[in-house]
């Protein structure tokens, strides 16, 4: 009889050895998902504030010409950066703007509304401010940190002679 319960502590031993193995695999496989998800939300944002930044840089870049890039308050939408277009796009705007946590541009005939806007990216707390009538800062909360990107409105530049 001493034998019986002998193998039979010793297989409940066993078991619970199993069973707690397969709960620290279960934990283990469980937070290692969580911090997975974490590290693709923070790569997520940082890849979105790159590709806000660089497509206000663009923009600005692009259409610098003849005095037709400017950034001016737009109720309900705040500082926004006015692009009127010229040539065979004539009388044509766009309007960039952060708005609910999301870069918009909004392309029309000079009529600014959320209807008529796109959504570029989302983004947490962007800002768009014009510094000394020829410089449009652009400033993103990333992860704890503040990325801010200079834009340079060149046609507005006074050339010495």
Request: net charge negative; proline share 0%.
């Amino acid at each position: 009889m001493s034998k019986h319960i002998k193998y039979s502590v010793e297989t409940i031993m066993v078991t619970l050895l199993l069973i707690l193995f397969s709960i620290m695999v279960v934990v283990l496989i469980f937070e290692g998902s969580n911090q997975y998800k974490k590290t693709l939300a923070i790569k997520d944002s940082e890849e979105n504030a790159r590709i806000a930044l660089s497509f206000v840089n663009m923009k600005v870049k692009q259409n610098d010409i003849a005095h037709r890039v400017n950034v001016e308050e737009r109720e309900g939408f705040g500082q926004t950066i006015i692009v009127a277009y010229g040539g065979e796009e004539e009388g044509l705007f766009s309007y960039i703007y952060f708005k609910d946590g999301a870069l918009y541009e909004c392309y029309s005939d000079g009529t600014l509304s959320d209807e008529l806007s796109t959504k570029i990216v989302d983004v947490e707390n962007g800002s768009i401010k014009l510094m000394n009538d020829n410089i449009i800062e652009t400033s993103l909360d990333v992860n704890g940190r503040n990325l801010t990107r200079l834009s340079a409105i060149r046609s507005k530049f006074k050339i010495k002679e």
